[in-house]
């Protein structure tokens, strides 16, 4: 944390906004000071004079001015973000949250589910994983969205499957769709990690994920090496408002990463 | 170091202290008011609304961008064991300890003296010897008023508290008023185990507070409940917070306000999910984090016993009823 006072966020202007999908937008950040953040770790955005939302960079980690963040539109903050174009003031405090836990993942054979908008922290993830790929030997990674016109970072895909062995499936296929057809979990199937040895990595809606960690563990991941990223209402994201508790546990600090086993019996996992 | 002075004496100090510091006292009703030499002072009532958390802790508060800062000193006279145990333990470790420091409280904490009094006369409601405290502050004090007759025996805690008195022209307290002193600490001490001398730590109420079970106990319990906030707003050990975002042209202002986790829209997130939908849940999840989570967190229970929700709930729910039910 370099600033002073943790609520006074960094000035931020948009250079760039890019249209994933139709309701969701990535929008590329000049902060008037680098900040330093590590995957899986999220950051509070100010849009001004209207609200001030958790959302996880989608690129690449380490120390800079430029931050991608990808948003869906979802609601009243969300909503006015999406109107904001090239030039237009943000604000931007963090990081905040644990991060995905790398040291344990390295040397793993690694299975990552992303489901909708959670492809976005994942993309971070990837970048780590493709810049230092002598750390990850195995990686299995499956993507699974609505429709077609769903899919984030279509342009990256051909590129991203050089690197990694990478499945996408949709819900509702279109006419011109190649690939798979079906929820995330069916990709399971016939995904080439070892399913009793690898680390599964999961983030998407909270529907998804309960049901991605309930058919993993069917399949014999067990839930000591399943890895999901919580969302929670965040006011603070410092572990101050205990807006994020869920059971023990400030999702703010102690999360948003969890390992599967520790949260899996909280009543309000998944709410 | 205790002295003794008489409340002529006090009223004259207080308003010395006037003239530099900004200078709080409770009113007829309790409620700490900015003193006025002829304004009417009772020493004797808890205050429900008007207490010291609202001083350390405004229910708006600025903490990004414009200030306002007289840079003056605030003296609180008043304050209670519950009010202070509830700041000491709760709030300034929240808030100064867990990194990161909130540097506004800290800025406001350090422009706080704390002059607390014995309680001679607790309410019905207080049960703060139930939860670990006592009708008298022995710690966490800058100063600590007892008063016997129409003596003051001032007790220092702090050199803050020192400064304070600075001048002041005071006798060493003798023996028998010390004795007057402890004996009114007592009698007090054995009024307010009377209204309620139930162990929160007995038998199965850790897990009848915690998970979604005891479903049909809650759904009874908060059958009368508003979701008004008030026993969240009052209550010196809550400080949940929401952050509103009150920037205009390229200058960013962020406003921290009470929030309540009573409030159906406290832990929603996008897309409508709720992990605390129903009312019962809410309404639970206030003990839970009261005598579940903060005690692991602070070695305190989030409830001092001070009674204030009891006087303020317009359902009429009594925080000791309810727990007494899951013991
Ligand atoms: C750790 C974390 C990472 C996230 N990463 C991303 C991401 O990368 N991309 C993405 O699109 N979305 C992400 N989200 C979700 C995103 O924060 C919400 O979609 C966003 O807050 C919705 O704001 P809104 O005002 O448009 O929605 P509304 O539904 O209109 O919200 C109204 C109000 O509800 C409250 N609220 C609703 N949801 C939340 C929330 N999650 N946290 C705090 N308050 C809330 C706020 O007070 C908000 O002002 C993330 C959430 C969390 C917790
Ligand atoms: S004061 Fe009473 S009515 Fe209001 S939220 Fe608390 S319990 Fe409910
Ligand atoms: S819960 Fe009620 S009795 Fe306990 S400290 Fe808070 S306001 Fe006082
Ligand atoms: S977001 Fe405020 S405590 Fe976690």
Redesign the interface.
Same mark, same amino acid.
């Given at each position: 944390m370099s600033r002073v006072n943790p609520y006074e966020p960094i000035k931020a202007v948009i250079r760039e906004v890019i249209e994933e999908t139709p309701t969701i937008k990535t929008f590329r950040l000049e902060l008037d000071e680098p900040m330093e953040f590590a995957t899986g770790q999220f950051i509070q955005l100010t849009v001004p004079g209207v609200g001030e939302c958790p959302f996880t960079p989608s690129s690449k980690p380490g120390k800079s001015r430029n931050m991608d963040v990808t948003v869906m539109k979802v609601g009243t903050a969300t909503e006015v973000l999406h109107r904001k174009t090239s030039g237009d003031m943000l604000a931007v405090r963090g990081p905040y949250g644990n991060g995905f836990p790398l040291d344990f993942l390295k040397n793993k054979e690694l299975l990552i589910v992303g489901g909708g908008c959670g492809m976005a922290p994942l993309r971070s993830l990837l970048y780590e994983i493709i810049e230092n790929k002598q750390d990850y030997p195995s990686v299995s990674f499956l993507y699974g969205c609505r429709t077609p016109e769903d899919i984030l970072y279509k342009g990256s895909f051909p590129e991203w499957k050089k690197e990694i062995d990478f499945e996408r499936t949709v819900d509702k296929a279109s006419e011109e769709w190649k690939e798979s057809e079906g929820v995330v979990t069916k990709l399971f199937e016939n995904v080439k990690v070892n399913l009793k040895k690898c680390v599964a990595v999961i983030v998407g809606p909270p529907v998804m994920m309960k049901f991605a960690t309930m058919e993993l563990e069917k399949k014999g991941v067990s839930d000591d090496r399943i890895i999901v990223s919580l969302e929670k209402n965040m006011t603070c994201g410092f572990g101050k408002c205990r807006h994020c508790l869920c059971g023990p546990y400030y999702v703010c600090k102690d999360g948003p990463v969890f390992f599967y086993k520790d949260v899996k019996d909280l009543p309000d996992v998944w709410d | 170091m205790i002295q003794r002075i008489n409340t002529d004496r006090l009223k004259q100090l207080l308003k010395d202290w006037a003239e530099v510091h900004d200078v709080f006292v409770p009113d007829e009703q309790g409620r700490l008011v900015r003193f006025e030499e002829d304004g009417e002072i009772n020493w004797n009532i808890v205050p429900v609304w008007g207490g010291l958390k609202e001083f350390i802790y405004p229910p708006r508060n600025t903490?990004?961008g414009s200030k306002e800062d007289s840079g003056k000193l605030t003296v609180v006279v008043g304050a209670r064991d519950c009010d202070v145990r509830a700041l000491v333990n709760v709030f300034d470790r929240?808030?100064l300890e867990?990194?990161? =420091?909130?540097?506004?409280y800290k800025n406001r904490r350090e422009k706080i003296r704390i002059v607390t009094v014995d309680c001679s006369s607790p309410a019905d409601t207080c049960f703060c010897t139930a939860v670990g405290g006592k009708p008298y502050c022995d710690k966490g004090f800058d100063l600590n008023l007892s008063f016997i007759g129409d003596k003051v025996l001032i007790e220092t805690g702090t050199d803050g508290g020192q400064a304070l008195l600075k001048g002041l022209n005071s006798k060493e307290p003798e023996n028998d008023e010390i004795d007057r002193k402890d004996s009114i600490r007592d009698t007090s001490t054995r009024k307010v185990k009377a209204n309620f001398d139930s162990d929160y730590k007995s038998g199965r109420f850790g897990d009848r507070i915690s &998970?979604?079970s005891e479903e049909k106990y809650w759904e009874k319990k908060s059958e009368d409940c508003m979701q008004c906030g008030g026993c969240n707003f009052c209550c010196p050990t809550c400080?949940?917070?929401?952050?509103n975002?009150? #920037? #205009?042209g390229?200058e960013?202002v962020?406003v921290?306000q009470w929030?309540s986790?009573q409030f159906p829209g406290? =832990?929603?997130?996008? &897309?409508g999910?709720?992990?605390?939908?129903e009312l019962w849940m809410r309404f639970r999840h206030r003990y839970y984090?009261k005598f579940s989570?903060m005690p692991?967190e602070f070695d305190i229970a989030g409830c001092t016993g001070c009674g204030r929700c009891i006087q303020v709930c317009p359902g009429k729910i009594d925080i000791r009823d309810t727990i007494k039910g899951l013991l």
């Amino acid at each position: 944390m370099s600033r002073v006072n943790p609520y006074e966020p960094i000035k931020a202007v948009i250079r760039e906004v890019i249209e994933e999908t139709p309701t969701i937008k990535t929008f590329r950040l000049e902060l008037d000071e680098p900040m330093e953040f590590a995957t899986g770790q999220f950051i509070q955005l100010t849009v001004p004079g209207v609200g001030e939302c958790p959302f996880t960079p989608s690129s690449k980690p380490g120390k800079s001015r430029n931050m991608d963040v990808t948003v869906m539109k979802v609601g009243t903050a969300t909503e006015v973000l999406h109107r904001k174009t090239s030039g237009d003031m943000l604000a931007v405090r963090g990081p905040y949250g644990n991060g995905f836990p790398l040291d344990f993942l390295k040397n793993k054979e690694l299975l990552i589910v992303g489901g909708g908008c959670g492809m976005a922290p994942l993309r971070s993830l990837l970048y780590e994983i493709i810049e230092n790929k002598q750390d990850y030997p195995s990686v299995s990674f499956l993507y699974g969205c609505r429709t077609p016109e769903d899919i984030l970072y279509k342009g990256s895909f051909p590129e991203w499957k050089k690197e990694i062995d990478f499945e996408r499936t949709v819900d509702k296929a279109s006419e011109e769709w190649k690939e798979s057809e079906g929820v995330v979990t069916k990709l399971f199937e016939n995904v080439k990690v070892n399913l009793k040895k690898c680390v599964a990595v999961i983030v998407g809606p909270p529907v998804m994920m309960k049901f991605a960690t309930m058919e993993l563990e069917k399949k014999g991941v067990s839930d000591d090496r399943i890895i999901v990223s919580l969302e929670k209402n965040m006011t603070c994201g410092f572990g101050k408002c205990r807006h994020c508790l869920c059971g023990p546990y400030y999702v703010c600090k102690d999360g948003p990463v969890f390992f599967y086993k520790d949260v899996k019996d909280l009543p309000d996992v998944w709410d | 170091m205790i002295q003794r002075i008489n409340t002529d004496r006090l009223k004259q100090l207080l308003k010395d202290w006037a003239e530099v510091h900004d200078v709080f006292v409770p009113d007829e009703q309790g409620r700490l008011v900015r003193f006025e030499e002829d304004g009417e002072i009772n020493w004797n009532i808890v205050p429900v609304w008007g207490g010291l958390k609202e001083f350390i802790y405004p229910p708006r508060n600025t903490v990004a961008g414009s200030k306002e800062d007289s840079g003056k000193l605030t003296v609180v006279v008043g304050a209670r064991d519950c009010d202070v145990r509830a700041l000491v333990n709760v709030f300034d470790r929240i808030m100064l300890e867990k990194d990161p =420091a909130d540097t506004v409280y800290k800025n406001r904490r350090e422009k706080i003296r704390i002059v607390t009094v014995d309680c001679s006369s607790p309410a019905d409601t207080c049960f703060c010897t139930a939860v670990g405290g006592k009708p008298y502050c022995d710690k966490g004090f800058d100063l600590n008023l007892s008063f016997i007759g129409d003596k003051v025996l001032i007790e220092t805690g702090t050199d803050g508290g020192q400064a304070l008195l600075k001048g002041l022209n005071s006798k060493e307290p003798e023996n028998d008023e010390i004795d007057r002193k402890d004996s009114i600490r007592d009698t007090s001490t054995r009024k307010v185990k009377a209204n309620f001398d139930s162990d929160y730590k007995s038998g199965r109420f850790g897990d009848r507070i915690s &998970g979604n079970s005891e479903e049909k106990y809650w759904e009874k319990k908060s059958e009368d409940c508003m979701q008004c906030g008030g026993c969240n707003f009052c209550c010196p050990t809550c400080y949940c917070n929401v952050l509103n975002e009150q #920037s #205009s042209g390229r200058e960013i202002v962020k406003v921290l306000q009470w929030d309540s986790c009573q409030f159906p829209g406290y =832990a929603r997130v996008a &897309g409508g999910a709720n992990p605390r939908k129903e009312l019962w849940m809410r309404f639970r999840h206030r003990y839970y984090c009261k005598f579940s989570l903060m005690p692991g967190e602070f070695d305190i229970a989030g409830c001092t016993g001070c009674g204030r929700c009891i006087q303020v709930c317009p359902g009429k729910i009594d925080i000791r009823d309810t727990i007494k039910g899951l013991l």
